[in-house]
């Protein structure tokens, strides 16, 4: 096991306008479970097949457990893939497939046995060692997929979305095995997901990118708590923040008819600001921002409202998200008030940064 | 920049040049024989053995001569003649019997189908025989009719095609209200253009190289087709390289015509039906 | 419902003149060569029925037969080998992203279009004794003229090499369309799992077209043991020189136009369509056991 490094890593695809990676710097530790998440065409995938070898660095370093590996071949950086759509070789069997890197390295076949039976147990692989991947269930393929990594105790295990490929609820059973699979092995990890909801439960840490460039990396509920601009914010959290651009007056915002503080250092400093708060930061009752209900989400545990700000007895069209409890939730049309959680409030300058 | 990253650069640039050299002399064993087809016709009979390329003085008599030695027009008429109506029946027979077979609901379809897939692998030579002799029995040797018939194997292809066009083209038509052969001709016909110049191209080029079934039909110069004709001369002048090498280039250039026009169809072609003539 | 019967209808309508055709120009034939090889025919006199006696002649009587049945055999061994082998090789080489591989596909594929006739042409120039291409340039590393087309063994060298040169360009398009469907992530997995170029190529490519491999052997097969436009041109109709090139395909021809004795070459080439049916289902046979064992 190793830790992993991006050392001002870059990589511009020619004919392109901006790099596909920019500029980033990170730092997996040795046994750490990073997840590199974001909108499609951020960069993740590239940058962990910078990695993997499988994608030329056109500036800076990678290095695995300290060794500058920038350009040695993929077949001697000691890593391992895990594909999201699996790349089994289609005219092996499961066996064969978990089997292959270790006969290209010339271990001897009964230590190939031993390890791909090892692998098998812990991923409940037996009764299909001899099976060909046609042969198997999505979810089965993506187990084989892991158990060819798994065999090589490589120093850094790499994944590309690999749940991307099963249906919803298999993803859930599946993000918890890998979560503590991943946990057992104390493998170094880099894991590659476009869903937030996979990088905040099975993160140690969580690095978010956008066009190239990394926004922030820091453990999942820094994340959610502090996120370090407006794109973090709006990204982690599902359903997204509330983010309303404001001017500011006497030292405060005003959302509809309710006036929310603005702090002294920020309010001093500028005329605008963008403030930021969680649908579940509000508390619906009798006093807050007023706001007329077009659409009721129940989900059964929850319940998301979705509707626009009433300033002055109209409805403005500054749209809202509110989450209220399973009890007795309102109807479509129906008004009422939401008084945000005065620590909860998140307050970035107009450019994104964050500052409160 | 570190060493090992120059070693990166430099590793790759011989590569890349290894890989090129050999893709040249790939290129070169695929040409050479008609780059020395096109030299040796330019030769004086003489010097055809010397090794330039391209020689000092550059002999377009040879050309003129085969003009001379045999009906080359006449020559090249009648194997367009051949290839073209042999292209266009097939065409129309096979795309209309290929879409038969993919669309049209009729009992023993699938049957017939394999039977004639079954019969397409029956090699030449058992064939030839017969054919010739029911040609003789039609009366028909020694004339342009046994050389326009239209092959068969074109309805595979056709078939295959079909079947991966969408369905709600002809449905819509159907409720609309048109007979089968509107549907076909209509509505099929126009998004089958792929398919019909790849079994075009194909035809075209087959009937072109066909050799056995000329020789064995044809007496008679005047409806005698190119390859015949180049190997009646070569039976004659033998030896006299200048002349048949001028020949030969002459019928190559109508088909590199063709295969540079229709390359990709072509290419797709061959791979999709697996046939590449004989 | 009369509009599922006429479409029916119109099916068997638009089948109907392929049909024909089938009937008339392949079953009947195909028929009519089984009855004609019972017979002694030379299309003037009547035909007379001698029964098994053209077999028997071909099996036991006939020291040609045997000669063209082994000439037919080397040469499609002498085709199909270098063939495959040369192809697999070129198919890789094209199979890559590099700049201009587009201009090196179409050249190599320029032999496909070309007459087999006109190439047979040609060749004989390049194998001339004396003019011939080939023996001067051997010349100028000092090795001596090859009897190319004068000498038997030689004789069928040169039409070997003919023969691969026309075979390449058609299985380097199968093979490279089949490596072409080959998808990427399955070679990215292969890095990284430690396989080298080669390894790569012996241990994925190759396995992964296994159909398309098979597939042009079985065409090889049946095009080599039928071969007739090559011979025919390259050395003559004789098969020479001295039986060197006789080949099956000219057995035929020659006893069928120029002998004018169907009976026996109707016999001839059933022979030949039963060898060629036995090896095609051998070899369906091996490449499907050769799969389940993998």
Known sequence: MASVSFEHATRRYPGTARPAVDDLDLTVDDGEFLVLVGPSGCGKSTALRMVAGLETVDSGRIRIGGRDVTDIDPKDRDTAMVFQNYALYPHMTVAQNMGFALKIAKMPRAQIRARVLDAARLLDLQPYLDRKPKDLSGGQRQRVAMGRAIVRHPQVFLMDEPLSNLDAKLRVETRNEIAALQRRLGATTVYVTHDQVEAMTMGDRVAVLRDGVLQQCAPPRALYRDPANVFVAGFIGSPAMNLFTLPIRDHSVALGDWVVAVPRDISDNAAEVIVGIRPEHFDVGGVGVEMEVDVVEELGADTYLYGRIIKSDSVISQPVVARAGWRDPPARGSRLHLRPEPDRVHFFAPDGRRLR | MSGLTERVIKVNVVRAAALYAALIVVAWCALFPMLWALSGSLKKEAGVSEPTLLPAHPQWSNYGLVFALMPFWRMLLNTMLYAGCVTVGQVFFCSLAGYAFARLPFRGRDTLFLLYLATLMVPLTVTVIPQFILMRTFGWTDTPWAMIIPGLFGTYLMRQFFLTLPTDLEEAAILDGCSPWQVYWRIMLPHTKPAVMVLAVLTWVNVWNDFLWPLVMIQRKDIATLTLGLVWLQGQYVSRWPVLMAASILILLPLLGVYAFAQRAFLRGITVTGFGGR | ?294
């Open chain 3, 1 to 294: 419902m009369t509009r599922t019967r006429r479409r029916a209808w119109a099916g068997r309508v638009f089948v109907a003149p392929n049909l024909a055709a089938l009937a008339v120009f392949m079953l009947f034939p195909l028929g009519f060569s089984l009855y004609m090889s019972f017979q002694r025919w030379d299309l003037f006199t009547p035909a007379k029925f001698v029964g098994l006696a053209n077999f028997r002649t071909l099996f036991t009587a006939d020291p040609l037969f045997l000669i063209a049945l082994r000439n037919t055999v080397v040469f499609t061994v002498g085709t199909i080998v270098p063939t495959v082998l040369i192809s697999l090789v070129v198919a890789a080489l094209l199979n890559r992203k590099l700049m201009g591989i587009g201009f090196f596909r179409a050249v190599i594929f320029v032999p496909l279009a070309v007459s087999s006739v006109v190439m047979a042409v040609v060749w004989q120039f390049v194998f001339n004794v004396d003019d011939g291409l080939l023996n001067t340039m051997l010349g100028w590393i000092g090795l001596g003229p090859v009897p190319w087309l004068v000498e038997p063994g030689w004789a069928m060298v040169s039409l070997c090499m003919v023969s691969v040169w026309r075979s390449v360009p058609f299985a380097t398009v199968v093979l490279l369309a089949a490596m072409q469907g080959v998808p990427e992530t399955l070679y990215e997995a292969a890095k990284i799992d430690g396989a080298s170029e080669w390894r790569r190529f012996v241990s994925i490519t190759v396995p992964l077209i296994r159909g398309a491999l098979s597939f042009v052997v079985i065409i090889s097969i049946i095009n080599a043991f039928q071969a007739f436009d090559l011979v025919y041109v390259l050395t003559g109709g004789n098969g020479g020189p001295e039986t060197g090139t006789y080949v099956l395909g000219i057995m035929l021809f020659q006893h069928a136009f120029a002998f004018l004795d169907f009976g026996y070459a109707s016999a001839l080439a059933w022979v030949m369509f039963a060898i060629l049916l036995v090896l095609t289902v051998l070899q369906l046979r091996f490449a499907r056991r050769v799969s389940l064992e993998n």
